[in-house]
């Protein structure tokens, strides 16, 4: 199955991960890799309820991080286990975070 995560913050400003060689993450360590992400970088629900989905957890560790993490070289590796933890718990082929337009699509 193809699976590419897209994070975009702006117009040119995309960052495309291509999953298609990389080992999957197992759905319990995703898990776990992206509620410590969050929680270490304090971001908030973006819902008012409280409530945060597993799509809101990855737009708002996008937004956290900002994109010099996407962006440089140096960050590649983190920005893969981002990658890699967002395809297996959205399990879809292609995931686009758009970070200023706070959506993510499939």
């Known amino acids: 199955m193809r699976s590419h995560v897209i994070v975009q913050f702006g117009p040119d400003r995309e960052y ?3 999953l298609d060689e990389v080992q999957p993450m197992p759905h319990d360590m995703a ?3 992206l509620d410590q992400q969050f929680t270490e970088l304090g971001c908030e ?3 008012l309820s409280g409530k945060v989905l597993t799509a809101d957890k990855v737009l708002a560790i996008a937004q956290a991080v900002g994109e010099t993490r996407f962006a440089d070289p140096a960050h590649r590796p983190w920005a893969m286990v981002y990658a890699r933890a967002a395809s297996s718990l959205l399990a879809k082929p292609v995931i686009k975070v758009d970070v200023p337009g706070l959506s993510v699509g499939y």
Request: aromatic share 22%; no cysteine; hydrophobic share 35%.
């Open 16 to 18: 495309t991960f291509d």
């Open 31 to 33: 898990r776990q890799w």
């Open 45 to 47: 629900p973006l819902r």
